[in-house]
């Protein structure tokens, strides 16, 4: 792997002390891959050392698995956190987590009482690094974690700022088009790889995506494609939009209906709640691959099965 300056310099900032790092960075400025060699380089120096990352949501951890090609997994099952009121039980000072290295990815979205009790379950000596972009969604809690963290004074928490674009290459102009977005500017380059199309109502805007989907969903890769939609309601609204793509895209007859949702076979899904006993998370993504004679969905999530039964559709 060859590193520009900006990750080299990363290297020893982050390696040759412990304590709390930091390493930042928008899209396509080498994040990834920049923690991906320096835990290479971790477990090189120290090969006794436990390494562990995670993130603040179930799919930041599924992705941060993915690109990193190791294991990863949510913040609160990092921190064995079982919710039962006043009574809950998660690591601490008495029972930290048995890590030298904890790496955390997407940290603008943890929230200040999380990071709190995480901070509080490292154990002396280790080493954390928080990873993240100061541009990406903020914490649903309270807290502007990463923002407080970067006005602190570099001797104390040393800071990696990436700043020098590498994805995105070939004339795209998608990641040129979010600086501009940033900073607050309209002005933006379309092209093959970015497209801005005009509809005069949600109706044509329906339309459109319908188009879209129809011509670019692979049933054998769902995940292929994506769509963002900013509203849960309206005709081009969240709600409607799975109603209407999943009659024109999915044709498999095996379904259930459970209250005012239709749910079959191949349906892409993702869950919204903690479910900690059952170790799924808000935000971890799935495919339903049957649906059994008891009505119950079998979904693949991180590559496991897991039984819904009816008791969890609403999750």
Not at 66 to 71: D, I, L
Not at 167 to 172: A, L, P, T, V
Not at 236 to 251: H, K, Y
Not at 284 to 294: A, F, Q, V
Request: charge should be neutral; aromatic fraction near 6%.
């Amino acid at each position: 792997m060859s590193y520009g300056k900006q990750q080299r310099e990363a290297f020893p900032k982050i390696l040759e002390s412990k304590g709390i790092k930091i390493l930042t960075g928008g899209p396509g400025t080498g994040k990834t891959t920049t923690i991906k060699g320096i835990i290479l380089a971790y477990q090189e120096m120290h090969p006794k050392d436990v390494v562990k990352l995670c993130a603040p949501t179930g799919r930041a951890a599924q992705r941060m698995a993915e690109s990193t090609e190791m294991p990863a997994c949510t913040v609160h099952r990092l921190l064995n956190y079982t919710p039962y009121g006043e009574d809950a039980n998660f690591k601490d000072a008495s029972n930290p987590i048995d890590a030298d290295l904890i790496v955390v990815d997407e940290v603008s979205m943890l929230d200040i009482s999380l990071f709190s009790m995480l901070i509080d379950a490292i154990k002396t000596g280790a080493t954390l690094v928080l990873v993240g972009d100061i541009h990406q969604l903020e914490s649903v809690g309270p807290g502007a974690v990463l923002h407080d963290l970067l006005d602190i004074n570099d001797k104390f928490i040393p800071k990696c700022m990436l700043t020098d674009v590498f994805r995105q290459k070939g004339g795209s102009p998608i990641i040129d088009n979010s600086k501009r977005i940033n900073e607050g500017r309209t002005s933006l380059v379309t092209g093959k790889d970015f497209q801005i199309i005009q509809t005069k109502t949600e109706t044509e805007s329906m339309e459109k995506v319908k188009g879209i989907m129809k011509k670019y969903y692979d049933p054998k890769d769902p995940f292929k494609i994506q769509i963002l939609c900013p509203s849960k309601e309206g005709i081009s609204g969240v709600v409607n939009q799975n109603t209407i793509l999943q009659e024109c895209l999915n044709t498999s007859k095996d379904k259930i209906f459970y209250g005012k949702g239709c749910y079959k076979v191949n349906d892409k899904i993702i869950m919204t709640k903690n479910n900690y006993e059952a170790d799924y998370y808000n935000g971890d993504i799935g495919i339903i691959r049957s649906i059994d004679k008891n009505k119950q969905l079998h979904v693949e999530i991180r590559e496991k099965e897991y039984v819904l039964t009816r008791d969890m559709m609403e999750d």
